[in-house]
């Protein structure tokens, strides 16, 4: 895992764009056939990237980096899947993700671990961790399900839709 540590204001204010890149852009966050993950001490977020291809990828996390045994034991976790079919274990129950179907993963699962349909056609599962303050259920949420608003127009340049 890689860690980015925070950097003072003004520090930021004297970066030029290669410097400002360096320090906070993440690159190469979807490697085929692997997990990428990269804690920001900013917020303790931890932002990440899973692309199984032929096998089951599990996402494991040394106690070293965050404390406690299991990824998840004071965290929970967000997953969107923005390639195609696959699906997520979360302690032994499958939870299948088309593109652009979420899962919200609560604090305290032990084991999550995730898979594609067809290695030719990988899922890319996006992945956001933060502190949790209690334990949710998991639940997965179809993009079908999702509350839509549309926003902004065309005129300003912002028009968009926001899934809730």
């Known amino acids: 895992m890689e860690i980015r540590h925070p950097i003072h204001p003004d520090h930021g204010k004297a970066l030029d764009t290669q410097g400002l890149r360096r320090e906070f852009l993440i690159t190469d966050l979807f490697s085929a056939g692997s997990i990428k993950l990269v804690y920001s001490h900013f917020d303790r977020i931890i932002v990440g990237g899973a692309v199984p291809t032929s096998a089951r990828l599990p996402l494991e996390v040394e106690k070293s980096v965050i404390g406690t045994d299991h990824l998840l034991d004071s965290r929970e976790l967000g997953v969107i899947n923005l390639g195609g079919d696959g699906s997520a274990v979360v302690d032994g129950e499958e939870y299948p993700l088309a593109r652009l179907d979420a899962l919200y993963v609560g604090r305290g699962s032990k084991s999550v671990a995730f898979s594609s349909r067809s290695a030719a056609s990988p899922a890319k599962f996006y992945l956001l961790s933060g502190i949790a303050h209690r334990e949710l259920p998991t639940k997965r949420i179809?993009?079908?399900?999702?509350?839509?608003?549309?926003?902004?127009?065309a005129a300003q340049c912002n028009r968009r839709t926001i899934y809730q």
């Open 142 to 153: 179809g993009r079908g399900e999702a509350k839509q608003i549309v926003a902004g127009s």
